[in-house]
């Protein structure tokens, strides 16, 4: 059964750092492109970036509102994904979600059950 | 970057309604397009992907047509574990969400 469980967030003040990491079971991690989706209290959802395998070169992809200030990387040894964030706003704040993708397109099939983040001072 | 409007933002519907969703994207997506079911507190569920493909396990009351900038999600016959916010979602171009739609007890 495949399984993500998203760790770390937390209450943050603007402009602050915090760093996500989600585990996964139930599937080989290395093969698989993961994403981060955020949704912020009462709102729709918003991709945050995605990470694709070492066989494609763990290249990384970043929406405009977090380009700059958050980082994706994923260590295949921990089947782990993480996410930095730093120089956060109080617009961050959302419950964050780790995603697979399937196969090689944008697709995603698997969510874990996300992590709150609040930005506030 | 492109652009997904859903419509309406929210329905009002009864069980055993039928139910119609509209999405377009601000250019074409070929077939590119998934449906997800969201309810309070839990995160997403694929439905529908290549806009017509259905997930599965799901329940063949829901199905997706449409290509290029125009599609739908129909829910024949609405069950009461339906009442959700569907949102659509281009993979044509990175990704990218429509607003969501929020199916609500008449």
């Known amino acids: 059964e495949v399984q993500l469980e998203e760790s770390g967030g937390g209450l943050v003040k603007p402009g602050g750092s915090l760093r996500l990491s989600c585990a996964a079971s139930?599937?080989?991690?290395?093969?698989?492109?993961v994403s981060w989706v955020r949704q912020a209290p009462g709102k729709g959802l918003e991709w945050v970036g995605r990470?694709?395998?070492?066989?494609?070169?763990?290249?990384?992809d970043y929406a405009a509102p977090v380009k700059g200030r958050f980082s994706i990387s994923r260590d295949d040894s921990k089947n782990t994904l993480y996410l930095q964030m730093n120089s956060l706003k109080t617009e961050d704040t959302a419950v964050y979600y780790c995603?697979?993708?399937?196969?090689?397109?944008?697709?995603?099939?698997?969510w874990g059950q996300g992590t709150l983040v609040t930005v506030s001072s | 970057d492109i652009q997904m409007t859903q419509s309406p933002s929210t329905l009002s519907a009864s069980v055993g309604d039928r139910v119609t969703i509209t999405c377009r994207a601000s250019?074409?997506?070929?077939?590119?397009l998934a449906w997800y079911q969201q309810k309070p507190g839990k995160a997403p569920k694929l439905l529908i992907y290549?806009?017509?493909s259905l997930e599965s396990e799901v329940p063949s009351r829901f199905s997706g047509s449409g290509s290029g900038t125009e599609f739908t999600l129909t829910i024949t016959s609405l069950q009461p574990d339906d009442f959700a916010t569907y949102y659509c979602?281009?993979?044509?171009?990175?990704?990218?969400f429509g607003q969501g739609t929020k199916v609500e007890i008449k």
């Open positions: 995603t697979t993708h399937r196969g090689i397109v944008n697709l995603l099939d698997f």
């Open positions: 139930g599937f080989t991690f290395s093969n698989v492109w």
């Open positions: 990470i694709k395998t070492k066989t494609d070169g763990e290249t990384t």
């Open positions: 250019q074409s997506i070929s077939s590119w």
């Open positions: 290549a806009a017509s």
């Open positions: 979602q281009q993979y044509n171009t990175y990704l990218t």
